[in-house]
Each structure stands twice: as structure tokens, then as C-alpha cells.
């Protein structure tokens, strides 16, 4: 069983920068597919991107150009660097790792954007 740890969330003004890592209890090299989701209170999860076992990398609309995903499977880490933050982009961002018909997800770290 993949345990998976978010970190690097915190409280940043609007137009500011973070990075959030998502660091895997084993070597994430056989894992298909990574990804980050999202949610707010009194909404459902929502996708944010994902990124293939060789590196493809996809994005929600709403993030696009914005932020990017990426994946060391050397640190068995994935990353997501968000640029240009907004407001909506409030949330507790969990990360996801799919392997062999099996969800893992991580506790989730709060991201706050306010002035």
C-alpha cells in the first residue's frame, strides 16, 4: 500500500508563487499515473492535473499556464509549482497516486490566497 505525504502549503498573497511536493512511502517509478485534486468546503474534489509514468503532464482549464506538475521518481516525489495565484485557487490540495486499479491519496495540505 502507497502511503503519500503532502507538504508546502501555506498562506500566500494573490500573484504569489508555492510549491507542493507529494513525497511516496516506495519507489513511484511503477506508478502510472500521479496527480493533484482540490476541494473546498461544501464542494466535491476536483481535479487540478496529472502526470504520466513516462512524464506527460495535464491540466484543468482553470490552472493551465499557471501551474506545473512534475515528478521525481529518483525522490519518489511529485511536485506541483503553482505561479500567479488567485483567490479561487483556495483550497486543500491532496495528491493521488493510480496503481493496479488502486486509489492512493494523501491527507491533504491547506493552500490559503489572501492579501
Known amino acids: 500500500q502507497v502511503q503519500l505525504v503532502e507538504s508546502g502549503g501555506g498562506l500566500v498573497q494573490p500573484g504569489g508563487s508555492m510549491r507542493l511536493s507529494c513525497a511516496a512511502s516506495?519507489?513511484?517509478?511503477?506508478?502510472?499515473?500521479m496527480g493533484w485534486y482540490r476541494q473546498t468546503p461544501g464542494k466535491g474534489r476536483e481535479y487540478v492535473a496529472h502526470i504520466t509514468r513516462v512524464g506527460g503532464a495535464y491540466y484543468a482549464d482553470s490552472v493551465k499556464d499557471r501551474f506545473t506538475i512534475s515528478r521525481d521518481n529518483a525522490k519518489n516525489t511529485m511536485y506541483l509549482q503553482m505561479n500567479s495565484l488567485k483567490f479561487e485557487d483556495t483550497a486543500v490540495y491532496y495528491c493521488?497516486?493510480?496503481?493496479?486499479?488502486?486509489?492512493?491519496w494523501g491527507q491533504g495540505t491547506q493552500v490559503t490566497v489572501s492579501s
Open positions: 493521488n497516486a493510480a496503481r493496479d486499479y488502486t486509489q492512493y
Open positions: 516506495e519507489s513511484i517509478r511503477s506508478i502510472n499515473l
